[in-house]
């Protein structure tokens, strides 16, 4: 087993054997997590059989086998009459990495806090719809024919947000400006001229982000 | 709640330029699939064909269904709703009950106000309207969201109830179909309030328990709870397509009902279901339909083990000649495929390996798109365009792709179309 081995001699690990042991702490993981749901679920430990059932363990041997190496890592532990009762996993805290190897990946640490592009691009999900742009009357704010832009429905308008909206009965995509209880469109391109709304002013959603993809 | 002529509101939400006009869903299947309300005061029903549709309401605007865009407002009228009470039922495409109970306090208001929150924000975020009964059963709940449509909200207390069963035929209530509500009329009862106001025992004699729990909550006694959990257990699976022009080429014929039939697997494999029985059904050009049920040697979702059954199935219904508009695959009886027991004749290291065929089939599809390996059988699908000719048949959400989309997988996220 690798545990047992020094640390110097780690270096001679071989690559097969450093990839077993991910699959393992894997494994271990994926288990500890369904024991811990189960716990926060019913709001006590599973037994036996049924961490035999959520795990996919057909012997309570295997399962014994399990619960002492969980034991090992004070995930859970035993109180006299043999019972199950929660250990670590009592506590809400992520499972970085098991403990087995003695140092929990720092990577994964890092990497917990991070935002994918999606999250990042949409706030409220429910709310945000794509278009696809075909004028140039933003090319000044960047936004060019052919561009995506992301909208958000659910947002309330400020003055200064870039906003598509139906003027009179026409679509657009402008700047949004307010001065007391007036309202301008801006268009960022010199070839338009700015729309004052004669009758009727609808904004259907304000554009929080625009994505041009080159490949 | 119920939202109001959902497909057709969809499509008035991303293209607002339809908003306020008659429009017409379903053009690749030439008669209508929804209907919107301006198209509906018209007298525009659904079902009818183009033809009518042009005599009644000639300014119709018919599109295309997209029904990858009403998924995505589905979903995300159900995730709106989810905001409000996590107990929620996802009755059908644009159907849902949510348990309201007890949320007064948390959103400092009455339920009435609760739900018009609710329909506020759905038409805010998406765009379209809906329509919502609160009452004190899911089956009052029920009739109060078909009270008043479109954007309606109607409110039922206990004291009211009577109001609104007056005027109601009971073959118009949930659950009660037209043999039952023959039943009925013979028994004297014509609406929904004469049935409420029978006593308890004169239901207990006449009716079984399924209308015995009708007539409970029709009197404002909750007795069908909200199930919350998403449909998982499915009685039947039936996969159908129509295809246009009608076909009498019997090699195409069978191939839209192998991809019928491979569809409808892929779909119980997804749910780890089996099927015990197979139905085949054929609707010919003259809205006729003929069909097959087969018994299975053995509950599978394998479309090869399914395929033999299948083509005998065909060939007694298939008549040569005749042109064909839709074909339908049922697979029912179905049971989770982990309580499939082998029988003493079957070949055990054949099924084995069947199964890691279908499983690796799998993967590919989720990887690179569903049908990236099929069955030959269902190749003529692709020689032949599934609603021939005109380009405007396919909605603009799979030809208008964005750089990274193609005809398999596209963003997840609603296009709106409008030109700025």
């Known amino acids: ?215 | 709640m119920d939202a109001d002529a959902f497909f057709a509101s969809c499509e008035q939400a991303i293209h607002p330029e339809l908003r306020g006009k008659p429009v017409i869903t379903g053009k690749e299947r030439g008669i209508v699939a929804a209907a919107s309300y301006e198209a509906k005061a018209r007298g525009v029903k659904r079902g009818m064909g183009y033809f009518d549709v042009k005599k009644v309401c000639p300014e119709a605007i018919i599109v295309p269904s997209d029904y990858e865009t009403y998924s995505l407002f589905s979903v995300r009228m159900f995730e709106i709703l989810r905001r409000f009470s996590p107990d929620l039922e996802e009755y059908s495409i644009d159907e849902a009950f949510v348990d309201l109970t007890g949320l007064r306090r948390s959103f400092h208001c009455s339920y009435g106000e609760l739900a018009s929150q609710i329909q506020e924000t759905v038409e805010k975020e998406l765009g379209i309207t809906v329509s919502i009964g609160v009452s004190l059963s899911k089956v009052l709940a029920k009739i109060g969201s078909k009270h008043d449509k479109p954007h309606g909200l109607t409110i039922i207390p206990g004291k009211e109830i009577h109001l609104y069963l007056d005027k109601l035929p009971v073959e118009k209530l949930w659950g009660i179909g037209p043999n039952t509500s023959a039943f009925l009329n013979k028994l004297g009862i014509r609406t929904a309030l004469e049935l409420a106001g029978k006593d308890e025992e004169f239901i207990q004699r006449h009716l079984s328990k399924p209308f015995q729990e009708i007539w409970c909550e029709l009197n404002g006694m909750s007795v069908y709870p909200v199930v919350t959990e998403s449909k998982s257990s499915y009685q039947s699976i039936s996969k159908t397509k129509t295809f246009t022009p009608p076909s009498t080429d019997e090699s195409f014929v069978f191939a839209q009902l192998s991809k019928n039939l491979e569809n409808a697997c892929i779909k119980a494999r997804r749910h780890n279901l089996a099927a015990k029985r197979l139905i085949l059904f054929l609707r010919k050009k003259d809205f006729r339909d003929i069909g097959i049920e087969l018994k299975l040697n053995r509950p599978t979702a394998y479309p090869s083990e399914l395929f033999e059954a299948a083509r005998e199935g065909f060939r007694q219904i298939y008549q040569q000649g005749i042109p064909y508009r839709l074909t339908g695959v049922v697979l029912s009886g179905l049971m989770p495929e982990s309580r499939v027991q082998f029988t003493l004749f079957d070949d055990t290291t054949k099924i084995e390996k069947m199964a890691k065929v279908y499983d690796s089939i799998d993967k590919l599809s989720s990887r690179f798109g569903k049908h990236t390996v099929q069955h030959a059988s269902s190749l003529p699908t692709k020689l032949q365009v599934q609603h021939e000719g005109k380009r405007q048949d396919i909605p603009e959400r799979k030809t208008a792709l964005f750089s990274g989309e193609n005809r398999r997988q596209r963003l997840g996220l609603p296009m709106l179309y409008i030109k700025v």
């Open chain 1, 1 to 215: 087993m690798f545990l047992s081995l020094p640390l110097d001699s780690k270096r001679s690990f071989t690559y097969n054997g450093n990839m077993k042991q991910e699959l393992r702490e894997e494994k271990l993981k994926s288990r500890i997590q369904e024991i811990s749901h189960f716990y926060y679920q019913k709001g006590r430990m599973p037994s036996f059989s049924e961490i035999g059932e959520l795990i996919g363990l057909k012997s309570k041997n295997a399962v014994s086998k399990l619960v002492i190496r969980l034991e090992e890592l004070k995930v859970l532990a035993r109180d006299e009459k043999g019972r199950l009762t929660p250990g670590s996993i009592k506590f809400p805290v992520r499972i970085l990495g098991t403990v087995e190897a003695g140092f929990p990946s720092p990577a994964e640490e890092e990497l917990a806090d991070t935002r994918s592009l999606d999250e990042m691009l949409i706030q409220n999900h429910e709310a945000t719809f794509m278009l696809k742009v075909s004028g140039d009357s933003m090319s000044g704010a960047g936004i060019l024919p052919g561009d995506m832009v992301i909208v958000n429905k659910g947002q309330t308008p400020r003055s200064g947000d870039i906003v598509i909206a139906e003027v009179d009965g026409e679509w657009t995509m402008k700047y949004l400006r307010k001065r007391g209880d007036k309202i301008t469109l801006m268009p960022a391109n010199p070839k338009y001229k700015p729309i004052k709304p004669k009758n009727e002013l609808k904004i259907s959603g304000v554009v929080t982000a625009v994505v041009r993809k080159y490949k």
